[in-house]
């Protein structure tokens, strides 16, 4: 009852809608804006589950939480955020069923409240799929008429449709529901650009689809720019490949290493994962029908050098009367999205999971206007919202943060955007919870394949906070060369970073446990002969790997170490005692690798050298490097995190960094 009553002092909406006892439920969360990652921080502690959407408004902060009342109540005790209340009342179904009039009353009022970019110095995010229409309001202060373009120049520009329209919606605003309901200004800082690369009628056959996408990359880049580019299609007719490079992929690989199309430069470029078809779901639960292979990643998701994007929901919130139930649970996959099929050897896909809607738990499910996002519609002026979902969805959310994250940072390469953001994501309890309580390496592999590294934030990706501050390194190794004794070809060089940590402050720490997060992202030339499709080693022009020493290992120990490792034996894999919660087998795949260890602050004062060194790689043949010796280019992003601990972490690195000078060793090997 005291639990009840002080509940209900804060309770806003009608008394018959106050949730039950002994349940879990959702609650509109009022809280002070200074203290909501106070709260969000504290309530996950008290099992309360927390959305991702906020609603921003002069003098509070929205959130939708899932809890029961035991658990709100000591959250809201050990807080003192929470100023109200309410049940939640708002989905998209409530704007796209408005009339034509009030919806466009809803945009009129978005549109004045947002600060749109100025023509110049800004970057551009470029969505490659069935065009986009200029006439929505929303859509047209962002992209020009002379920034729409098409694969083919006899194609019309229009999106006739609408799904090239509905990504630009979510790739400027998200999800339109919460932002409707927003009242604060709204700034945007990157334009966009169209490219068709799907003709109106007939398709484009499965084995010309690469080169239809060099020929969109080459239309839109007649002028130079700093792009993000967003694919959102996929196709079901390389199917199965079981992670191995197609046409497609292999073509998406080139375009982001700058080896393929006129201009040659490094590209940025998310892709989406693909979606299930509702009709295959029956009596099993629904992740067996995600997991197994029939489900697998379609083309090209598998690109080793694009962010590979599926999908995940927390619209699970369904209306009063409806009887409808969600399929998946809150923070856990999309039913829609389709996962890796494979689990070593080629690279982890998913990269990352963002909002892709739900579905109701019929037989079979099907979508539902309360679990889809809200976007803009191709139609306006006849309607000014429509709605979406699916991992396109996902793809278009995810291409709205990285070029947002870009934006911030236009000094930083592809490569190391990329490091940036898919290290910034983080499993959802919901997701953990599939995991044993004491989990080995291995345990995480089903994590891999349908979450990728979970869900980023771009906060995180953001930010470098006195306890949790991020060191990043821009740099270029010559991996392979020839031996002046033999002439054969060998390793060339290993980069050694001698890091600047805060051993001080980490003495001061003592036991408590810090985690350390390392990513690794280097964009490699592809090899798409069909003598190259069953290796990694073969594929890939370059081949790099990161190792930290061990605490109290010098250098010259480390490096010894270190040389025994340069040459993995295709077929044979083993897994390094290394403290690393997930481990070489799942790290070492692909042109990205992450992975993290947590650790007592005293031993990882004491580990403060981490190697960059090369394996096998196509580039590694004697006849090429007779005549060159190429360069790779990669990025290296360092992540200490002393979690709730107090600590000045920052500050003690950025002296450092201003007393070292230069950090970086190269050694012949």
Not at 262 to 273: D, H, M
Not at 611 to 635: E, Q
């Amino acid at each position: 009852m005291i639990v009840e009553a002080g509940l209900r002092a804060l309770w806003r909406g009608p008394h018959s809608k106050f949730p039950e006892n002994g349940v879990r439920a959702y609650w509109e969360i009022w809280l002070a804006p200074e203290l909501v990652e106070t709260f969000i921080s504290r309530a996950t502690q008290d099992g309360v589950v927390i959305g991702a959407d906020r609603l921003l408004f002069p003098e509070d902060t929205v959130v939708i939480g899932e809890a029961s009342r035991e658990q709100l109540a000591l959250a809201v005790r050990r807080t003192g955020a929470v100023r109200a209340l309410a049940a939640p009342s708002v989905t998209a179904a409530y704007f796209d069923e408005l009339e034509a009039v009030d919806q466009a009353d809803w945009v009129t009022d978005l549109a004045r409240r947002t600060n749109w970019p100025g023509e110049a110095d800004t970057g551009f995010l470029t969505l490659m799929d069935t065009g986009v229409s200029r006439a929505h309001p929303l859509v047209q202060p962002l992209l020009a008429p002379g920034d729409r373009h098409a694969a083919n120049p006899a194609w019309a520009l229009e999106d006739i449709k609408g799904h090239g329209t509905a990504l630009a919606g979510l790739a400027v605003f998200g999800d339109l529901t919460s932002r409707l309901q927003d009242t604060l200004p709204i700034s945007i800082n990157y334009r966009l650009e169209s490219v068709k690369i799907f003709p109106d009628a007939d398709f484009n056959p499965h084995y010309l689809l690469g080169a239809v996408t060099r020929d969109g990359v080459n239309a839109v880049e007649v002028t130079a720019r700093r792009r993000t580019f967003a694919f959102a299609t996929t196709t079901s007719d390389d199917m199965p490949h079981d992670g191995a490079p197609t046409s497609w992929s292999t073509e998406i690989d080139q375009l982001a290493a700058g080896v393929s199309g006129l201009q040659g430069n490094k590209r940025l470029i998310l892709n989406s994962a693909g979606n299930n078809d509702a009709s295959r779901f029956g009596t099993k639960h629904y992740l067996d029908v995600c997991d197994h292979a029939d489900s697998e990643l379609e083309s090209p998701a598998q690109a080793w050098n694009a962010i590979c994007v599926g999908a995940f929901t927390e619209k699970t919130f369904m209306p009063a009367g409806e009887k409808d139930t969600p399929l998946a649970p809150f923070g856990d996959l999309s039913p829609v999205s389709r996962t890796a099929s494979w689990s070593s050897q080629w690279p982890l896909k998913p990269d990352i999971v963002m909002e892709g809607g739900n579905w109701t738990s019929g037989k079979p499910p099907m979508s539902h206007s309360a679990l889809s996002l809200l976007t803009t519609s191709h139609r306006y002026p006849l309607r000014s919202f429509s709605l979406f979902g699916d991992t396109s969805a996902a793809a278009a959310l995810a291409a709205r943060q990285i070029t947002q994250l870009w934006s911030d940072y236009p000094e930083l390469w592809p490569e190391t955007i990329r490091a940036l953001y898919v290290s910034s994501a983080r499993w959802t309890n919901q997701m953990k919870s599939h995991l044993p309580t004491s989990p080995l390496k291995g345990a995480y592999a089903s994590l891999f394949r349908r979450y990728g590294f979970g869900v980023p934030d771009l906060a995180r990706a953001r930010r470098s906070a006195s306890n949790a501050l991020t060191l990043i390194v821009q740099d270029e190794i010559t991996p392979y060369g020839l031996s002046e004794a033999t002439g054969s070809d060998v390793h060339k060089e290993m980069l050694l970073f001698e890091l600047p940590w805060p051993v001080e402050e980490l003495r001061k720490l003592a036991s408590a446990r810090v985690t350390l997060r390392v990513a690794l992202s280097s964009f490699v030339a592809p090899n798409p002969s069909e003598a190259a499709r069953g290796s990694r080693y073969r594929y890939a022009s370059h081949n790099l790997r990161f190792k930290l020493n061990r605490a109290g290992e010098k250098a010259d120990q480390f490096l010894a170490r270190i040389s025994k490792l340069a040459d993995p034996v295709e077929g044979l894999t083993s897994e390094e005692d290394d403290s690393w919660n997930y481990g070489s087998v799942r790290r070492d795949v692909g042109s990205l690798h992450i992975d993290e260890l947590t650790c007592a602050a005293s031993d990882l004062a004491r580990r403060n050298l981490i190697a960059i060194h090369p394996v096998a790689g196509w580039w590694k043949n004697k006849t090429l490097l007779k005549s060159t010796l190429p360069k790779a280019r990669f990025a290296l992003v360092v992540e200490i995190d002393a979690e709730q601990t107090e600590a000045d972490l920052y500050a003690e690195v950025r002296a450092s960094v201003a007393a070292m000078g230069q950090v970086q060793t190269v050694v012949t090997i």
